[in-house]
T-cell receptor
Framework: EPEVTQTPSHQVTQMGQEVILRCVPI?????FYWYRQILGQKVEFLVS????????KSEIFDDQFSVERPDGSNFTLKIRSTKLEDSAMYFC????????????FGPGTRLTVT | AQSVTQPDIHITVSEGASLELRCNYSYGATPYLFWYVQSPGQGLQLLLKYFSGDTLVQGIKGFEAEFKRSQSSFNLRKPSVHWSDAAEYFC??????????FGKGTMLLVSP
């Protein structure tokens, strides 16, 4: 069964450093998403991406964040200068279409900023 | 703005007993509703979804959920819980475009 994969599973970085979280969505999906879950809190939407541009973004997704689909398979989330409060589990998801169609989630990348 | 409330942070159920996890939502239009399950170290797996039509929806692993518009609820049920059901369960509401808004989750513990 096709699945969304994410690498790395755990990333530790120092405050102020740049990190890139990688995702490989399901191959025939067209819509891609990033969510995050701070420990003990709810899963929060960050951004959705379609046709090589951002479709929607939340207020969390400020100028420190960017997303890219550098090739036909990867979908990345970059945090330019990490802060302590960026420590969270980051989930990538993909779907065939937006809205009612199921979003398939990857296993997540745990980001720890020290 | 849409929101989801899962009032129970933890629930403990005996194996073989029935289960009901509560979910209330706030959304201005007809909602798209989802239940996801997250096992430790795993991603979020969709259990079931409601878009329209029959208000009782069946999902995987023997789960079902009932949409009650008058109560703004979408409670998840299972008649007989198995030890492998121990996990965290998230209710979510989808907008017409792409955003999923999640509840805080309910951790299900299954006792022998």
């Amino acid at each position: 069964e096709p699945e969304v994969t994410q690498t790395p599973s755990h990333q530790v970085t120092q405050m102020g450093q740049e990190v890139i979280l990688r995702c490989v969505p399901i191959s025939n999906h067209l819509y891609f998403y990033w969510y995050r879950q701070i420990l003990g809190q709810k899963v929060e939407f960050l951004v959705s991406f379609y046709n090589n541009e951002i479709s929607e973004k939340s207020e969390i997704f400020d100028d420190q964040f960017s997303v890219e689909r550098p090739d036909g398979s990867n979908f990345t989330l970059k945090i330019r200068s990490t802060k302590l409060e960026d420590s969270a589990m980051y989930f990538c998801a993909s779907s065939e279409a937006p809205g009612q169609h199921e979003q398939y989630f990857g296993p997540g990348t745990r980001l720890t900023v020290t | 703005a849409q929101s989801v409330t899962q009032p129970d942070i933890h629930i403990t159920v005996s194996e073989g007993a029935s289960l009901e996890l509560r979910c209330n939502y706030s959304y201005g239009a007809t909602p798209y509703l989802f239940w996801y399950v997250q096992s430790p170290g795993q991603g979020l797996q969709l259990l079931l979804k409601y878009f329209s039509g029959d208000t009782l929806v069946q999902g995987i692993k023997g789960f079902e959920a009932e949409f009650k518009r008058s109560q703004s609820s979408f409670n998840l049920r299972k008649p007989s819980v198995h030890w492998s059901d121990a996990a965290e369960y998230f209710c979510a509401v989808g907008s017409g475009y792409s955003t999923l808004t999640f509840g805080k989750g309910t951790m299900l513990l299954v006792s022998p």
